[in-house]
């Protein structure tokens, strides 16, 4: 059973550039979350996906947007980057009900330049 | 708001020994508490959870928290330490009605020989 899965691994970006990332959620899951996670702080929530719709969202500028298919996978984007947006961006998937946890990808180390 | 708080940037413990890893919370009503562990760039892994029942969780790997009402806390342990347990620990706390999580700042455990 395949967990979470993200890609690309590593980015390396420009400012003002927009960048795209992807995620395939745990078998089963329904419900994808993205968290941005600074070097030396907890990952900081950015939005969630399900039924193809943004139910939830962080605190976070609209230059960040996603989208999620019929397939359950999910993308993330970030528009004019900025070099704060440097971090590590994680991908957890879940069920919409019940208390389930969530479950994180290996994430993608984003570096911009 | 729910939030929670890990006073402790890092935790030192000799391989053996019992560890502590601190974390205290704040929220509007029953708390859903988790803990995660992330190893050198990779994502996070779940340990364990508290949603209602017992308050001795166990959970992964041989660790177990203490969910203690009265003093709104939720520590991570683990009876005797190993070297590999060495990474970093992040307590999170589930919003109301929605699946996001909101994360601690981390504590780095170090397990010496």
């Known amino acids: 059973d395949a967990g979470v899965t993200q890609s690309p691994t590593h980015l390396i970006k420009t400012r003002g550039q927009q960048v795209t990332l992807r995620c395939s959620p745990k078998?089963?899951?329904?419900?994808v979350s993205w968290y941005q996670q600074a070097l030396g702080q907890g990952p900081q929530f950015i939005f969630q996906?399900?039924?193809?719709?943004?139910?939830q969202r962080g605190n976070f500028p609209d230059r960040f947007s996603g989208h999620q298919f019929p397939n359950y996978s999910s993308e993330l984007n970030v528009n004019a980057l900025l070099l704060g947006d440097s971090a590590l961006y994680l991908c957890?998937?879940?069920?919409?009900?019940?208390?389930?946890?969530?479950?994180f990808g290996p994430g993608t180390r984003l570096t911009v330049l | 708001a729910q939030s929670v708080a890990q006073p402790e940037d890092q935790v030192n413990v000799a391989e053996g020994n019992p560890l502590t890893v601190k974390c205290t919370y704040s929220?509007?009503?029953?708390?859903?508490l988790f803990w995660y562990v992330q190893y050198p760039n990779r994502g996070l892994q779940f340990l364990l959870k508290?949603?209602?029942?017992?308050?001795l969780v166990k959970g992964s790997y041989g660790f177990e928290a203490e969910f203690n009402k009265s003093q709104t806390s939720f520590h991570l342990k683990k009876p005797s330490a190993l070297v590999s347990d060495s990474a970093l620990y992040f307590c999170?706390?589930?919003?109301?009605?929605?699946?996001?999580?909101?994360f601690g700042t981390g504590t780095r455990l170090l397990v010496s020989p």
């Open positions: 508290y949603i209602t029942g017992d308050n």
């Open positions: 078998s089963g899951h329904d419900t």
């Open positions: 957890a998937s879940s069920l919409m009900m019940g208390t389930n946890e969530q479950f």
């Open positions: 929220v509007s009503g029953n708390p859903y």
């Open positions: 996906y399900y039924e193809e719709e943004e139910r």
């Open positions: 999170a706390v589930r919003d109301l009605g929605f699946q996001k999580l909101v």
